[in-house]
């Protein structure tokens, strides 16, 4: 039977004027051979909103600093069930839309676990994604991209 840690998390769909998505490729350290590629986010910290964190992930991993006020309501939330270094989580979590016309991602925030498991980024196209053959998360992501992106959002 498989315990699970619950995790609340925020993510971010972080969108340019092309309708490419930010993504970070990275690995599991206790499963270095499992690579994927992930949108910027992470854990909610205590006492924090989604929104906050959301806003607190993105200035980390990107350099990109919004107010979280900024974001809006989350365009999508799911929960998942997954391991990661030896422990295996169920985390609900909802996804923010930001569009930016352009971005110069800023990595220098990222934490000691980023820095040893994450190799790169790249912004996506969804007709890359959905063609590429690589693993990504969440499994889904060509479609909830769509959707969020023909919903829309204001500009930042």
């Known amino acids: 039977m498989t315990v699970y840690t619950p995790r609340r998390a925020a993510r971010v769909l972080?969108?340019?004027?092309?309708?490419?998505?930010?993504?970070?490729?990275?690995?599991?350290?206790?499963?270095?051979d499992h690579r994927y590629w992930f949108t910027p986010g992470g854990g909610l910290d205590p006492?924090?909103?989604?929104?906050?964190?959301?806003?607190?992930?993105?200035?980390?991993?990107?350099?990109?600093?919004?107010?979280p006020a900024a974001l809006g309501a989350p365009v999508w939330a799911e929960t998942v069930e997954f391991p990661f270094d030896g422990v295996w989580?169920?985390?609900?979590?909802?996804?923010?839309l930001v569009r930016v016309p352009a971005w110069e991602v800023d990595t220098t925030g990222f934490t000691d676990v980023e820095r040893g498991s994450v190799s790169g980024h790249r912004?996506?196209?969804?007709?890359?994604?959905?063609?590429?053959?690589?693993?990504?998360?969440?499994?889904?992501?060509?479609?909830?991209?769509?959707?969020a992106l023909t919903e829309g959002s204001a500009p930042c």
């Open 123 to 147: 912004w996506w196209s969804v007709d890359e994604l959905a063609a590429s053959g690589h693993r990504y998360y969440p499994e889904d992501l060509p479609a909830v991209l769509t959707r």
């Open 14 to 32: 972080l969108v340019d004027a092309g309708g490419r998505v930010l993504l970070f490729s990275g690995w599991d350290p206790s499963r270095p």
């Open 47 to 67: 006492g924090e909103t989604a929104a906050q964190a959301a806003a607190r992930e993105l200035a980390e991993e990107t350099g990109l600093r919004l107010d």
């Open 89 to 96: 989580y169920r985390q609900e979590q909802e996804f923010f």
